[in-house]
Nanobody
Framework: QVQLVESGGGLVQPGGSLRLSCAAS????????MGWYRQAPGKQRELVAI???????HYADSVKGRYTISRDNAKNTVYLQMNSLKPEDTAVYYC??????????WGQGTLVTVSS
């Protein structure tokens, strides 16, 4: 089995920045896409950003120009740099991993709170 451990969440002021990290461990063979989703209170979980194994990123329109997703394949880690944060970015952020034809794996979630 694969485990995802997330870190980097916390409280930040509007306009501030945070960087989330998600490290995969366990039955790692060949990771395909990795990504980040978020779920705000009372809202459905939504895609934030994904990145392919060769480094091609895709972003939700709401975060384009503010967030940057990256990955370090040697460390089996995906990052999410979040800049110009807004209160509406407040959510629990979940890491996601795809590997071959196995089911998706999810992290435990890390809370990001944007507030003054």
């Amino acid at each position: 089995q694969v485990q995802l451990v997330e870190s980097g969440g916390g409280l930040v002021q509007p306009g501030g920045s945070l960087r989330l990290s998600c490290a995969a461990s366990g039955s790692i063979f060949s990771i395909d896409d990795m990504g980040w989703y978020r779920q705000a209170p009372g809202k459905q979980r939504e895609l934030v950003a994904i990145i392919s194994k060769d480094g091609r990123p895709h972003y939700a329109d709401s975060v384009k120009g503010r967030y940057t997703i990256s990955r370090d394949n040697a460390k089996n880690t995906v990052y999410l740099q979040m800049n110009s944060l807004k209160p509406e970015d407040t959510a629990v952020y979940y890491c996601n991993l795809r590997q071959g034809r196995y089911p998706e794996v999810w992290g435990q979630g890390t809370l990001v709170t944007v507030s003054s």
